[in-house]
């Protein structure tokens, strides 16, 4: 499953949380570990191509977002996965 897939395809992380109202711990793993694996790459060019940005964004405005349908469980989960993309993406800036 690519990236993109892994977030937004069929069977990705927010087509879970949107349809089934649950966090796939799973797919969340191996985003993070997709993450972690190419920020060295991306801050060496300077830049993430648009084929990981665009998901990435679409990850973070989602899971920003919250919603009404989530469990308290699912929305503390989420919350938690926010705070960790974006410690993880904010090491580019250094």
């Avoid at 997709?34 to 940005?53: C, H, K, M, Q, T």
């Avoid at 977002?65 to 800036?93: K, N, P």
Wanted: with cysteine; charged share 20%.
């Amino acid at each position: 499953m690519n990236f993109s897939d892994m977030i937004v395809g069929e069977h990705g992380l927010l087509v879970e949380l949107r349809c089934n109202n649950s966090f796939n711990e799973q797919l969340y793993t191996a985003i993070k570990h997709y993450l972690n694996e190419n920020l060295p790459r991306w801050n060496s060019s300077g830049f993430i191509p648009v084929a990981d940005a665009a998901p990435i964004f679409h990850l973070i405005d989602e899971l920003s977002g919250g919603s009404r349908f989530w469990s308290e469980e699912v929305q503390l989960r989420v919350e938690d996965a926010v705070l960790d993309i974006q410690d993880i993406m904010s090491t580019l800036e250094e």
